[in-house]
Every structure is written in structure tokens, then in C-alpha cells.
């Protein structure tokens, strides 16, 4: 640690500077993804429509979250992990107390959060299920083949915050501005890497969908 | 002499192909490989390469590279892999032969990407690049230049007519002016399946539906939407729209036959880039309709078990359901659904023009099996279903794996149990 | 030199045996020694000689020699204090101008190589002129002082780290004793001020073994710094359980749930105030409801409001997303124009195709 005199000033900055220029990479980026997408448009659509668009479109946003049941014989170790990371996650990033002091600093709304214990549990089987999807990801013939260095920078990224976050609960690094600071450092990765990787994925999924949802919607097949 | 056709070409294409939704596709897979569970050619072959985004992979490069800052950043630099003729040599035989456009991938995908719809974009690309499959260029040659992709001519259909018309009696109109149904042939109904034709007469002389062929624009298909070419694809359109509107009919009816439909009441109005004149409906959509408003009648049915194969561009592409599941509660006692059926249906393996590409004929017998496995699962005498194609690539399927399921048109099934004209007096 | 044994002093104050033992057990589980070691720290200050102390008040404020000094009844800590040889310091002592200067210079001159200096407040280097002393500036002071010192005790976090001078902007350029005091050992013993038993620990400390105790990665005891506020303070349970105050007068507060919400700092600073409290052990801040300022770390002062949680980001996020997301819509919005610009020239680029196109067709 050259660059700073103690790990409060590496806090300090985590906290400062270096939230600023992440949050604005981050905020920069994903309104320029969104809008390079949507300004894309689409053609005009002459045929004569059999049912609605938005309807569907909104249902299928809420639908594609569940798996059919022959693709989910088909492949129960990616949607159950799937489902068990993305829950756990979203436990850990919205109901650990000081996430919804940091959410409600910024934009105002707040809710009440859970105790330690669980997130506690949920950060651990959030990180068991990052490694099993890993170990999925470099086993499984399809996966293996598909996956590019994006994938495993995508995964990388995304397992530090919660790998530097239980670090930084249970204080397993001294000191504690340590800690808490490469805890925020690697949330700052991740959201500076969002916008230009499928990380994205968490905010177009919601565009896709409803794109496929009203597509079909127009044709009157249920999506 | 050099062809017209190149990869410049190819490129442009796939340039003028993306849209929003194609970016949001692109933005949103994470490569959870789900969509290859969805895709018959990967679960019987375990092939990774058949993974249905991973086909799509020339438009991805090139939306990546054109249509994102990040990507032109990436090309500057020269970091950006470039989409070149050799890379669609290699990708032809995934977008052609691997895949039948069967939509089931664009069902499946946890983030909503219609993968299917992709496919069709790169076969734009593939076909501006020269890099069509033999079988469907002399497909698409025969519909733009005979009028039919299997080379019928109208002499052949008027023979088949003739024929028809001296076994029952019934007459087959041709070029009624003002009558308020145009009815469309698939080519292949018209050299292997006639019984269609005879049943369309059948069932419209009892529900009493004013109906017509037309000798300009009798062929339904549409080889210009399987190869993946606009141009060829509209210029076939018109041929209809044309024929329709010559006729001034207020309907236009598509046959037994997948592709043909979302081809005329889907695509059709984008490629001539207005709205029809006339409605399209699909044979099953009218006859349902016929039936709930009491004009058509059926009595008895068949009592052997049977199942209803869903075609993919009538289920997941064209958004008729329901209405094959409701005529055949009138006609079938024994109808049991397979374990997947409906818009999860599987594919014959045939179609999005696979059927009419020779190259592909080993790998299609050897997909056939999801349908087997299917098939075994419930142990059914009898398969009905609603597309040629389907029909076709069934039977041959079937007859390759030793099951002897005679496969029979819905249509036809209806007009086998329509209530004689004695019966109706009652 | 007064030849006194400390033990001699405080039976002089009335301190008998018993009392001292009961110091000596306490010091010893204080500086985290086995209880065996008793009789060992006992001896050693038994027989330690008075040191001579002198003490160096720079840009501070007094609050750390207060916080020493406001013992309401003698203690044994506040007699170890009297007990150094506390030859020097402006405040306290009572000669004044070159006298007191004097003092200092003859107490270097007998004690060099063995005295302690002990520094209170930061050192100015933006101007000498912020802080003299008999004319003399800081730094100087500093450096003529403790070259012939033993050891060099900061006490408080101005000291230390620089504390509230060195808070931005930091006009007078102010820095800790450690920046600038490379070839003596420096004992930093911050807080704002720091508990008086730390101070009087140090120094039994090297009383007791006539060497400086372990220290961490910010030159502070380990004995009294090792542990966070957080993981000591008798509100944990509360955070573990997620039950908090959002105000100071809400029911939590009330029930004296956990003030990680009000802005405590308790997980990121490491003192002693959860265990030795203050004011002969009454309370400490936490106990008396507010949340720990972390005022014995670096740069407390600029850690962001003291009653913001910890997880909030300190810099001024909402201008720097405004601008980012008004530099995001000017882009993307230029981006979309170039991409569809892209698009329709393929589109007017587009050359019809016919089947006659396909090199099968021209064989």
C-alpha cells in the first residue's frame, strides 16, 4: 500500500474519490448501453396483430423468471443454482443493514433489513454457489465451449464483493479499514465493469424479455 | 463469371438485420447454456456446437463491433474478431442445416432472448454472402421461377384437381372473382397430401363457405423465409397478395403447412411494407371458427389413441393453440397430449427449410430421435398434425425407426367425420 | 534527581501495599501479560527511578493534558503521572519564559540519551509562524528536544496522525510527530484525548521494562488498540441481531440498540473506551448513547459526517451521478445517431438480390 499512508486513507479513499469515479463509469455506462439499445428501434409492424403488445411484454418480464419443467429436468443444476445465487445475492445486497443505510443515502427509500446470522448464511451459500456454477461452467461441455474470458472476468468480479464482504464481517483482515475498504474497492470494480460486460445483463434482461414478451404478445403466443 | 454475391455483402446484410431487440439479446445472454437444452440438434447429438446462441455468433460480432461504442473502441484497436468469409463457410451448416427456426430456444431462455429470430437474421448474411445451402438456393430458383419449390406447375395442380373432382363429385373452384375465401396450397399438398384439397371441398360444401383457388397464386410456401432472403420472400408475397387482391377476396386461408403461415399473416406485410387488403387465417383458426359458430358439424370419431404434433411456426411462431386441441375434442375420443407439447412442443427436425437441404438428411434422421423418445413415452397408434412438412419428415422418420404411426393431416380427420347430408336433415 | 522509588512515593501518598498490588494485577492484565508476570511488574516499579519527562505542546488544545489532569480523586494512574519527573511542560509548569525554557534545556542535558519526550498536537509546516513557542518554532522544538531522547510518546490524535490541524484543507500544513521523527522509537497514543489509563499504561509500561510495548501498523500499543470498539462494545449483540436506532430519541435509542445508523465508527476504530470507559469507568460514549466519532484514528475528521453510517460513500456522489448520467445521455444519444446512421446506410446499400445471384445459378 504505496499510494496511501494507512488503511483509513485507503478507506478514505474507497469512500471518496474512487466511489465517485466508479459510480460515474457506472451510471455513464449503463445509460449509454440502455440508450444504444432502445435508439435502435425497431421496424415498423404491418401485419394485423392478433393480441397487445405491452401486456405480454410485462408478463413475459415476470414468466421468463420460471424455468419450463422439461428444460428444467433437462438442466436442474443451472436453474436451482441459478436461483439460490441470484436469491441469496439479492438477500445480502438489500437487507444487510448498512446496504440499505448506503440505498438509502442515495436515493431516499429504505426498508428493514434482516440479522446477521442470515446474511451471514446467505453470503456463505451465495459464495458455495458461485464456486459450484464455476466448477459447472469449466465441467460442462456446452459451458465450457461457450464461455469466453468475459465470462470468468464477469465471474470474478462478482464473487469478490461477496468473498471481501464476509471477509470484512467477520474482520478477517486487520485492520478493519482494510477490510471494509477492499470490500467497497471490489464493488467499485464490479460496477465499473458492468456497463461494458454482461453484467448488463441485469438491466437489459428486462428490454429483452419484454421485446420476446411482445413480440409474441402481438401474435397471440403465450410466452 | 464472379458471383453478384460476396461477403461485403454478407456483412451489410447482417448490419441492416439488427434492431433493438437483437441488441437487448446480445446485452443480455450471460451463456447459461440453457437455450442448448432447448435445441433437439444438441440434446441428441451432445454437439456443444449446435448451443442455438452460439450459431448466432456472426451477428454478434458484428453488433458488437458496429453498434456499441465499447466494440468500435474494441475494432479500433484491432481487438474486435471480424466476421470473414471463412468464419460463415464455417457457421453455414449450424445456421442451415442445425437448426429448423423452430423458436423452442426463444421459449426457454431465462433472459427472454428470442434466439430464433436471430437465426433468421444471419441467414440474411449467409445468403447475401453466397453462403446458402445448395438445396434451398434450387428451392428458392424453382418457387421464383416455376412458382413452386418443389417445380408444380398449375397443369400438375388442375391433373390433381381433375382427379379429385371425378372420385367425389365435389367442385374445386379456381379464379372466382369476389368469392370471400382464397384458399393456398402447399406444393407438397398438392403432390403428396391431395386429400387436403378434397377436404377443404368437403368441409366448405357443408359449412356452406364461399371459396375459391387462384391459378396465379396457388403456392403457399415460401422458400424465400426459409433460405433467409427479403427480396426472394417478397417477391413471392406479392405473387399472393396479388392473386388475392386480383380475386378480391376478403380472406386469404393458409394450408396445412408451417412457414407458409407466419410467412403470409406475419412477414408478408413487413416485406411489401403495407397492410393487406385481406385477412389471413390459418386452416385450423377457420375451421375452429366454423365450428363454434355451429357451421360445421361432425359426428363419431376415431377411437384409436392419438396424439397432435404441434408445428413449431403454427405454435411458437404463429399463435395457433388452442384451436387444433378444440377440433379434435370433436373428432378424437382418444387424444392424449405429449409430455411436451403445445408451444414447448419439439420439432420434427425438418423444418426451417432442413427438409429441403440434402446435406443436412443424416444429421435430421438422427434428431428425429427426441420425437421418438417422445412418441414412446405414450405409446400412440395414430399422429395428427398440421403441416406437410411436418407430415413428411415424420413419416420418413418414423418408417426409418421402424414405428408404424400412420401420421394424418387435422383437416382431413375433420372432413372424415363431417355429418352426411342425411344426417344434417335430421 | 529525585532518588525515590515510585514505590517510596506512593506510600508517601498513602497508598498502601495492598493497593499497590492491586495496580500491579491490573497493569498486568492491561498490557495483556500472564497473571505470573505480577510480581515482576510489581518489582520493576518498586524499584524505577523517576524518569524525566518533558512534554512538548504544539498545535493542540489541551484537551489531552485535561483529560489527565481532571482526575476528580487521586488515582493510582494520576499518581503514576505525578510520579515521572515532569521536567518540562508550558502548561503546567509554573515558570514561564526563558526560565521555562531553561528547564528544558537542563533536563535534555542531564537525562540525554534516557529522557522521554511526550508531544501533544500537531507540527505546522505550511508556516513556522503558526505555532512558536519562546520564538521557537515546532519543528525546531521538536527536533532539538528529542535528539537526545529515549523514546518519543504522542499523545492524542493531533500528535499522532495530525488530528483536527491536519483536517482538510489542513492550512497550517500540520503532520504527526511519526512523519517526521524517523530515528527514535514513537509510541502514538491517540484518541480526542485518549483514555488517561492508556497514557499511564505507556509509561508503566516502559517503567515496568524499560522498553516501548509492542506496537501495530499505526504506532499505536497493541495492548490498548488491538481490539475495534465494535467487536468490545456491549451494543454488539443488537447490530448481530439487526436491530438499530434511527434517531436518538426513537424507541431504539431508547432501548440502547445498536447506533450504526447514527454514524457510529465503532467497527473501524480499535481503543480501549469499550473496556476501560472513561471517568473512573462511569461510561464512554456509546454508553451514553452517541456512536463512536473514531476519534483515535487517522484523519477521523474526514472520514465523512460523524453521524453517517459507515457504509455511505463520503464524497459528493449525487453531483458526480448527476453529471455522469447528463454525460451518459449526451453520449448515448450520440452513440444511437451514429448507430443508426450505421444502419441506414447498410440499408441504402442494400442491392436487391435475386436467385440468379447465387453462384449455384451461374454455373
Given at each position: 500500500m504505496e499510494l496511501f499512508s494507512n488503511a483509513n486513507d485507503f478507506l478514505l479513499w474507497v469512500r471518496g474519490d474512487a466511489f465517485n469515479i466508479a459510480l460515474s463509469i457506472f451510471v455513464i455506462g449503463v445509460i449509454i448501453r440502455v440508450l444504444e439499445i432502445v435508439l435502435l428501434g425497431r421496424k415498423k409492424e404491418y401485419s394485423e396483430p392478433r393480441g397487445s403488445e405491452w401486456g405480454p411484454g410485462l408478463k413475459n418480464i415476470v414468466s421468463r423468471s420460471v424455468a419450463d419443467s422439461g428444460t428444467f429436468k433437462r438442466a436442474p443444476f443451472v436453474i436451482v443454482v441459478g436461483y439460490i445465487w441470484h436469491i441469496c445475492f439479492f438477500i445480502v445486497l438489500l437487507l444487510f443493514v448498512p446496504h440499505i443505510e448506503l440505498i438509502h443515502a442515495m436515493l431516499g427509500i429504505k426498508w428493514p433489513g434482516l440479522a446477521s446470522q442470515f446474511i451471514d448464511a446467505s453470503t456463505v451459500v451465495a459464495i458455495a454457489a458461485m464456486l459450484g456454477m464455476l466448477w459447472h461452467r469449466l465441467t460442462h461441455p456446452v459451458l465450457k465451449f461457450l464461455s469466453t474470458y468475459e465470462d470468468y472476468l464477469v465471474w470474478l468480479v462478482t464473487f469478490l464483493p461477496l468473498l471481501t464482504g464476509y471477509i470484512a464481517f467477520h474482520r478477517m483482515i486487520a485492520p478493519y479499514p482494510l477490510a471494509l475498504g477492499l470490500h467497497i474497492l471490489s464493488v467499485e470494480l464490479l460496477m465499473i465493469v458492468f456497463p461494458f460486460t454482461k453484467l448488463m445483463h441485469a438491466i437489459t434482461l428486462f428490454i429483452a424479455r419484454w421485446y420476446t414478451g411482445a413480440t409474441m404478445g402481438r401474435k397471440g403466443i403465450e410466452s | 463469371m464472379t458471383s453478384a454475391l460476396d461477403i461485403t455483402k454478407g456483412i451489410n446484410a447482417l448490419k441492416e438485420q439488427i434492431d433493438a431487440p437483437t441488441a437487448a439479446f446480445f446485452s443480455s445472454?450471460?451463456?447459461?447454456?440453457l437455450c442448448a437444452e432447448a435445441c433437439l440438434f444438441y440434446t441428441e447429438t451432445?454437439?456443444?456446437?449446435?448451443?442455438p446462441i452460439y450459431k448466432v455468433e456472426p451477428l454478434r460480432r458484428i453488433w458488437e463491433s458496429e453498434y456499441t461504442l465499447f466494440g468500435k473502441l474494441k475494432k479500433i484497436l484491432g481487438l474486435a474478431k471480424p466476421v470473414t468469409d471463412e468464419m460463415l463457410a464455417e457457421w453455414e451448416p449450424l445456421i442451415?442445416?442445425?437448426?429448423?427456426?423452430?423458436g423452442r430456444c426463444s421459449m426457454v431462455c431465462p433472459v427472454g432472448n428470442d434466439i430464433s429470430a436471430m437465426i433468421r437474421k444471419v441467414r440474411e448474411g449467409m445468403v447475401a454472402a453466397d453462403h446458402a445451402p445448395e438445396g434451398l438456393i434450387g428451392a428458392s430458383t424453382r418457387a421464383i421461377k416455376i412458382g413452386s419449390p418443389m417445380g408444380v406447375r398449375l397443369k400438375a395442380l388442375k391433373a390433381q384437381i381433375g382427379h379429385i373432382e371425378s372420385d367425389t363429385g365435389l367442385t374445386i373452384p379456381i379464379?372466382?372473382?369476389?368469392?370471400d375465401y382464397l384458399a393456398l396450397l402447399s406444393s407438397m399438398e398438392i403432390i403428396n397430401f391431395p386429400e387436403y384439397i378434397e377436404s377443404l371441398a368437403k368441409i366448405f360444401k357443408q359449412a356452406d363457405v364461399s371459396w375459391t383457388l387462384s391459378s396465379?397464386?396457388?403456392?403457399?410456401?415460401n422458400s424465400g423465409i426459409q433460405i433467409g432472403c427479403s427480396d426472394i420472400a417478397r417477391e413471392l408475397v406479392q405473387r399472393v397478395v396479388d392473386g388475392a387482391e386480383k380475386l378480391k377476396v376478403k380472406y386469404v386461408i393458409s394450408p396445412e403447412c408451417g412457414h407458409a403461415y407466419t410467412a403470409i399473416r406475419w412477414d408478408g406485410p413487413n416485406l411489401i411494407g403495407r397492410a393487406y387488403s385481406f385477412k389471413v387465417v390459418h386452416i385450423l383458426e377457420l375451421l375452429d371458427e366454423l365450428q363454434q359458430s355451429g357451421r360445421l358439424k361432425t359426428s363419431g370419431?376415431?377411437?384409436?389413441?392419438l396424439t397432435f404434433h404441434d408445428p413449431c411456426q403454427l405454435v411458437?411462431?404463429?399463435?395457433?393453440?388452442?384451436q387444433p386441441r378444440r377440433l379434435l375434442e370433436q373428432v378424437a375420443s382418444n387424444f392424449i397430449e405429449m409430455n411436451?407439447?403445445?408451444?414447448?412442443n419439439w420439432c420434427c427436425g425438418g423444418g426451417g427449410g432442413v427438409s429441403a437441404n440434402e446435406r443436412a438428411d443424416e444429421l435430421r434422421i438422427k434428431v428425429f430421435n427426441r420425437k421418438k423418445t417422445q412418441l414412446q413415452e405414450i405409446n400412440v397408434e395414430v399422429m395428427v398434425t398440421a403441416c406437410a412438412n411436418c407430415r413428411l419428415v415424420l413419416e420418413e422418420g418414423l418408417e426409418e425407426n421402424n414405428m408404424d404411426i400412420p401420421v394424418i393431416g387435422l383437416s382431413e380427420l375433420i372432413s372424415e367425420h363431417l355429418v352426411e347430408d342425411g344426417e344434417k336433415n335430421e | 534527581m529525585n532518588k525515590k522509588t515510585l514505590f517510596e512515593l506512593l506510600q508517601q501518598q498513602g497508598i498502601t501495599r495492598r493497593g499497590f498490588l492491586k495496580y500491579c494485577t491490573a497493569l498486568t492484565s492491561l498490557m495483556a501479560l500472564?497473571?505470573?508476570?505480577i510480581p515482576t511488574v510489581a518489582k520493576a516499579l518498586e524499584s524505577a527511578r523517576r524518569p524525566s519527562v518533558i512534554w512538548l505542546s504544539f498545535q493542540e488544545c489541551t484537551g489531552c493534558t485535561e483529560s489527565l489532569t481532571r482526575s476528580h480523586s487521586p488515582t493510582v494512574e494520576g499518581l503514576i503521572f505525578d510520579y515521572i519527573?515532569?521536567?518540562?511542560?508550558h502548561t503546567l509548569q509554573a515558570a514561564s519564559g526563558a526560565a521555562a525554557e531553561h528547564a528544558r534545556e537542563q533536563a535534555m542535558k542531564d537525562n540525554y540519551g534516557k529522557y522521554l519526550v511526550v508531544v501533544d498536537g500537531s507540527i505546522p509546516l505550511?508556516?513556522?509562524?503558526y505555532s512558536t513557542i519562546a520564538g521557537i518554532s515546532n519543528l525546531d522544538m521538536l527536533n532539538e528536544t528529542v535528539a537526545g531522547a529515549a523514546a518519543v510518546i504522542a499523545v492524542g490524535t493531533c500528535s499522532a496522525y495530525g488530528g483536527l490541524p491536519h483536517a482538510a484543507p489542513n492550512p497550517t500544513g500540520a503532520v504527526s510527530v511519526s512523519s517526521l521523527i524517523k530515528d527514535k522509537p514513537v509510541i502514538n497514543v491517540p484518541g480526542?484525548?485518549?483514555i488517561p489509563t492508556v497514557i499511564t499504561g505507556v509509561l508503566a509500561h516502559y517503567l515496568t521494562f524499560g522498553s516501548i510495548p509492542e506496537l501495530d501498523e499505526?504506532?499505536?500499543?497493541k495492548v490498548f488498540y488491538g481490539q475495534s470498539i465494535h467487536d468490545r462494545c456491549y451494543r454488539r449483540p443488537f447490530y448481530d441481531k439487526g436491530?438499530?436506532?434511527?434517531?436518538?430519541?426513537d424507541e431504539g435509542a431508547k432501548k440502547g440498540w445498536c447506533l450504526y445508523r447514527l454514524g457510529c465508527k465503532g467497527p473501524m476504530t480499535y481503543n480501549a473506551c469499550a473496556t476501560l470507559k472513561w471517568n473512573q469507568q462511569t461510561s464512554w460514549p456509546v454508553e451514553s448513547g452517541h456512536g463512536c466519532?473514531?476519534?483515535?484514528?487517522?484523519n477521523f475528521w474526514d472520514a465523512?459526517?460523524?453521524?453517517?453510517?459507515?457504509?455511505?460513500?463520503?464524497?459528493d456522489y449525487a453531483r458526480a451521478a448527476g453529471y455522469a448520467a447528463a454525460a451518459g445521455v449526451a453520449v448515448g444519444a450520440a452513440a444511437g445517431f451514429v448507430h443508426q446512421k450505421t444502419k441506414s446506410t447498410a440499408v441504402a446499400q442494400h442491392s436487391e438480390i435475386s436467385v440468379d445471384d447465387f453462384s449455384l445459378n451461374k454455373d
Open positions: - | 445472454c450471460v451463456h447459461c447454456g451432445g454437439d456443444p456446437r449446435y448451443t442451415y442445416d442445425s437448426c429448423t427456426l423452430c379464379d372466382v372473382e369476389g368469392a396465379e397464386a396457388f403456392e403457399a410456401t370419431s376415431l377411437d384409436k389413441k411458437r411462431k404463429g399463435g395457433v393453440e388452442a411436451e407439447h403445445g408451444n414447448m | 500472564p497473571p505470573a508476570m519527573s515532569l521536567d518540562y511542560h505550511a508556516d513556522p509562524g480526542c484525548p485518549p499505526l504506532g499505536r500499543p436491530l438499530f436506532a434511527e434517531t436518538f430519541d466519532l473514531g476519534c483515535s484514528e487517522p465523512g459526517s460523524f453521524y453517517q453510517a459507515l457504509s455511505i460513500p463520503d464524497g
